[in-house]
């Protein structure tokens, strides 16, 4: 060990250590807290004296310590055999069983069922940015217009969920093609922000149009789905009408109506899942990637851009007006507070973190990032500050995300 | 009409003033997207941490405590600066540095996350509360009685307009003559041939992030202390607003976020004067959608050539 | 096709036997404290879970209720509407019977739903808006005045006592700020008094200068806000700025204890009787203080009542059951810190009272002249 | 190819009509000035070279054909059309195709992969023929398979085909682009320095491989080529051009010989 190595880890060291003072102290170490005689500082440097002696010892000690490069063996995830649908098989099984063991808890079912509405939210906005590159960051805009459109249909029209859900998804997608035209030739940061702002511009319209949604009263009553033509609900909306309970002549229990909803929703993954499974391997999907990769050589292949780019955006944004349709019938009421740009970050950040372009990894990601609150409750408060730092991470270390999608394997005929 | 023309005036200041706010963050989105041609979407949340540090230390002193009231605001601004500029490197280091050769949608997506993170780091410190900013800065600094209408300014809105006129003329000749302000223009135009040329390209970025960071505390704390109430979300509207601004005057181009800042900010401001004020959020987002569609370069940006 | 329904039907049966329900808990009465932990209105969820868990605990002390303990089963919703029906079903399937909250009117809509169906009787001591009360539920009921009733107490006032030349009126475009200024506006105009101005601002937006010189234009002397605090500290500090020179006034949203400079001095405010004043609640402000809570918060009075209201009616009915619970409390009076407290069929405190206090430069308030 | 049988080939190439004809062709950036005054033509299964030293414009000329650069002046006839300023999809579908510099190929998809992608145009690409598995979208997945194994065959690239393309070799990039714009049954086919970067062994096969895709593909070849034996070698005519100029056209001997690019290459005396 030359003198001069030994004395530039230690300088690195106490920089490494000097600035973290700097960033944890006056941060961390001192807490302002609003009490009855106003504005409070709370002093505690322990959390900040430890920072920084870990990030001292660390800074010393790394040179020496190789950390291994943490990835997961090639053969491992690129496994060259052509597996059958096994992933989605074990879901279905998986989300089919579980409600019925000790786990199925009323909590427990309520928590699923909205991480059904976010894997559809992904699955749809994965292949807007997994298949075909184009980051949106106002997915929650659409999401939004599947819902109002459920809402109003339902409000003013009587429409039941299951005439409206087609109908939802449709002005979603036609929304995202009157707005995706003039955009979609704009390069992906450009894109990206424009899609905000246009996320913001419906929120803030639902917000204000008063006549038409309400404004933040938002709408209300909306009527649940039902099964088999029979309403869900304990007393059925209609004075004559029957309710599924009183069909089966069993008497309401209040996790029966969560579990139907939790199958609907179900029902509604596996459609969106298997639809998109299909689509990827037919030709507009293989275009969408290949526009991912390099548009310029899709010109040059006579692939129109525009085309491509509209039929990815308009299916995914169709998938976040069916999660949109559902979410107001779960709900039972819709206001404009729920499809903020905090929304769009959170589906985002599921297809990231799942891996973009693998519907396996987007549920995968779905499923844990809305189930991991539930279980550590005191966790909730932590659960966006995670998802921060989860997502920078997966950009550093794996930016093909959890589980990635592998190739297929095509057998060419002879 | 005896008060059309005051009132006019009156908003032009109010205009002006609101622009100063959002040039001051929108250069620190320029430079960075100037050199290495990413949006920082953390840099709204860079100057709401600014605001905090600039409360912290006033709180930290303590108002009471028989300082002039200037004294305490070079303080905050000292402090909020060291702190805020520690933190705009320590984002550069650890969430966009490896990730400089990957595809656009990689550090973008890593600057959300980093967004989110900060946003909810302050939560968690200094709870989701709206914090009342002591008044320091009070009084008009001119107050003219035209035709029965008073058109004034405020001192803490005139002290922003100054600092962030000063600011801009200070950083556009740096930018032009300085050696480091050299090798910044040098990565601008391509950074790739600027490190063959022996220029340290990280040192440049950091730099790049340092001095926008540095400029958003400036901002976090003026704005604090003339709004009086800050809280940890206040970075996102403020951050989409600057970008916004950065755009329209052309993105890269240092005069060009201040006179997009001003822009904005006299838009905004006659959209509330003369529309509903509920539409005022509605009209900087579809300027910002516009101007995308029509002239991404932005006012006074150089326009891309899509290299084939 | 009918074949497929009944094997259908017979499966869910077979499937829903099988969870059934768990053992009733005994010992203990589960009360849900719905309240606002986290997110960005967190303070009046701090003023909720104080005045519930004093009623509570004193309650406890004197035996509470049907001989056995009342148990506070704290939820968080944020005052998110997406988060609302995950707490009401965790009250649901925890066999829970009795709520007292949700904090916001726009969380609280999803969660009355599933409450009304399930039969549980939920009392909120802060949701003001007028509509959660127009559908109908029969175990629904809160301690606080609605928009309607509180709009009209401050447009009484407006008229009669502040007679403003120009008056503006201002709303954040919430449930509760455009709730509460639509119910101002109706009544001054039915009083014959043309308000200048209609506006809403956007939450979280920190400059208003424009909105300020509009109304200087127009000669504004006297601007009612509907609205939360923050938006307001912002419209008085920038109105104080450009010496706009109006009176404002705002619902008892905005007094809270960071109203205050003075650009706040003599700002208006409907309030619920400062109930921290009567000679008889001495016993209570001491306990508060005791806590080192403050119980001049606009909702710890309402919050506190609420809990007493619904011990009081578990008492009265002499059982569990959330629909004798219910029935008794729309048939009687109760003795609470607000005064006597009396329900309307849809559930609404009848005889709820709104005085003006002036609010000063310290925070403090006083009665209005 | 001798130089008198080059001559005939050149000569009954003229006759025929040629199927892409430039007239005065000129692309302007702002004030510069990149390419003025360019006329040629390129007849039917001719193979046309265009050589210049280094900035001479030549990829610009091949940017304004393949619609990537909208030209400021002079038409592009090809078919009897001009095409001059159409969108580069638009063009790449009536017919011409064009490789780049730097190989373009969609690295993270497999190498059957990216066959299938360029014949997207002549798919099935109906949404409901695909979700519904018809037996027409069946048939025409499997035929494009076949056209795959055939053009993998053609260039040997058949071990790889389930390999994706960033892995591949950099020779095995080169000829997967060829075969990928051969695949999609081109009538113009444009290489833009095909055999840069190629070792001498590799830049034969590649002569070989050109004028094999001539012969059986009756294809036209448009060639940018800083490989001065490979031009001479293959070229029916060639257009020799310098700072945006065109200094000289003919046949390779007439090239070799014109003095005007002896001084473009070797410098007056």
Redesign the interface.
Known sequence: MRETTKTKILKDAFIAAA?TA??TF???G?????E?T????HKNFLWPTVAVLVVFLARLVLPFVLIPKVSVPAAWTQKAVDYKKWWLGAFVVLALVW??TPL????M???MT?AMIYILLALGLNIV?GYA?L?D?GHAAFYAIGAYTYALLNLHFGLGFWEALPLAGLSAGLFSILLGF??LR?????L???T???G??VR??L??WDSLTH????I??ISKPTL?GYEI???SRVEDGTTLWQ????DY???????VLYFIAFLLVVVAAF?IS??V????G??W??LR??E??????????TIIKL?AFSLGCMFAGFAGAFYAA??????P??FE??ES?II??IV?LGG?GSQRGVILAALALTLLPEFARGF???R??I??????L???WR?QGLWPAS????E??? | METFFPQFLQQLINGLSLGAIYALIAIGYTMVYGIIGMINFAHGEIYMIGAYVGLVTLTAIGTAAGYPPWLLVVAALAIAIMVTSTYGWAVERCAYRSLRGSPRLVPLISAIGMSIFFQNYVVILHSSRDLSVPELITGRLFSMDMGGFEVSMSNSRALILIVTVVLMVAVTLFIRHARMGRACRACSQDIRMAGLLGIDVNKVISFTFILGALLAAIGGVLIGLSISKINPFIGFLAGIKAFTAAVLGGIGSVPGAMLGGALLGLVETFASAFLPTEYKDMVSFGLLIVILLIRPSGLLGRPEVEKV | MKMKKTVVAAALTAAMVLIGGSALAQGTIKVAVASAITGPVAQYGDMHRAGVHLAVEQANAEGGALGKKIEIVEMDDACEPKQSPAVANRVVSDKIKFVLGHVCSGSFKPAAQIYNENDIVMVSSSATSDDLSTYGYKTFFRTIGKDSQQGPAAAEYIVSKAKPKKLAIVHDKQTYGQGVATQVRNTVEKKGLKPVMFEAINKGDTDYSALITKMKRAGVDFVYYGGYHPELIILLKQAHDQNLGARWMGPEGAAVSDVKGDSAEGLLVTLPPDFSKEPANAKIVEAFKAKRQDPSGVFVMTSYAAAQVLIDAIKGAQSEDPKKVADYMHKNRFKTVLGDVEFTPEGDWATARFDIFVWHKDASKTLAP | MSGDAAEAVAKNAAESAPILSVGRLQMRFGGLVAVDGITFDVADKEIYAIIGPNGAGKTTVFNCISGFYKPTAGDIVFDGINIAGRSSHDIAGRGIVRTFQNVRLFRNMTVVENLLVAQHTQLKTGLLHGLLNTRAYQRSEKEALERAAFWLDKVSLREVANREAGNLSYGQQRRLEIARCMITRPQLLMLDEPAAGLNPQETVALDQLIRDLRDTCSVSVLLIEHDMSLVMEISDRILVMEYGQPIAEGTPEKVRNDPNVIRAYLGSE
Request: hydrophobic share 50%.
């Open positions: 600035v700097v960033l006056p941060m961390v001192m807490r302002l807290n609003v009855s106003g504005l409070v500082l409600p019925f199925g808890s009323g909590a079912v309520t928590a909205m940015v590159g980051l960051l003039p955009i704009l390069r992906g940061d450009y990206a922000i424009v905000l702002g246009f913001e511009i803030i319209t917000n204000n404004g933040p009263d938002g209300n009553n088999l609900t304990r007393r069909a089966l002549g069993i229990n209040h996790i029966y109506q969560q579990l639809l299909r689509l391997k037919m030709p507009v293989r275009a990637e290949a990769e390099d310029i050589a899709c010109r040059s292949l006579a692939l129109n851009p039929t779960f709900l039972g009421s819709v206001t507070a729920s740009f905090i970050a985002l950040s990231v973009m909730a408060e932590y966006m500050l998802f921060g730092a989860v997502m920078v997966m950009m550093v930016p190739r297929r394997r095509v060419l005929p002879s």
